[in-house]
């Protein structure tokens, strides 16, 4: 199991894969979800273990040698850019208006190799949803924070409207949704924050 990181490691890894997208002559545009893209645009998330976007494979030999290299000096695991988030992605997501773009890097005068998008809060909700991983030993209480929190952010107070954002992204997983319904009326709301925001 590799290191977790931060807020300021992620910026940083960014910025240099950004820096190697603009020496290949080439910019690269990602989104990413998950743990990942609440540590980055949110203020009720501060660490994760891995960056799950969406990639094309097989990967550039540059973005390759960089991402084994970050890898490498961190400590993290070698899997830390991953794309395993694909499978779960809806169809019904629109690039554009389920998206909002989070920054350019490098973050200096230099040219921008790469661009990171982040979902909108309802489709990541809709994701952390049919995931809904609030019984996992290692990362169920995360997960749990994660979807309260995310709730307060887009207005949601009831099981039924949770479950309808759910259906706009994903009809089936909400046609038959009982576990995520039962789970929803027992969740603990202790550790919610105060305020939280996605964007922040």
Do not use: C
């Not at 794309?83 to 629109?94: I, K």
Request: proline share 4%; aromatic share 8%.
């Amino acid at each position: 199991m590799g290191t977790a990181f931060d807020r300021d490691a992620l910026l940083d890894a960014f910025d240099r894969i950004g820096r190697a997208a603009a020496q290949a002559g080439t910019k690269l545009q990602i989104a990413v979800y998950g743990g990942s893209a609440l540590m980055l645009a949110s203020n009720f998330r501060f660490a994760t273990e891995d960056i799950v976007s969406k990639l094309e494979h097989p990967l550039p030999d540059w973005l390759a040698l960089v991402v084994h290299e970050i890898a490498q000096e961190n400590h993290w695991r070698e899997d830390w850019f991953n794309d395993g988030v694909s499978f779960h992605l809806s169809s019904l997501a629109d690039r554009a208006a389920d998206h909002l773009e989070f920054g350019t890097f490098p973050r200096d005068a230099t040219s921008a190799g790469l661009v990171v998008s982040v979902p909108s809060a309802e489709y990541l909700l809709a994701l952390k949803l049919k995931a809904f991983r609030v019984l996992d030993p290692l990362r169920g209480e995360t997960e749990q924070l994660d979807i309260l929190n995310l709730m307060q952010v887009v207005g949601i107070s009831t099981v039924e409207d949770a479950i309808d954002l759910l259906g706009r992204y994903f009809p089936m997983s909400a046609a038959s949704a009982e576990k995520q319904r039962f789970l929803l009326e027992n969740i603990s709301r202790e550790g919610v924050a105060d305020a939280p925001k996605y964007p922040r």
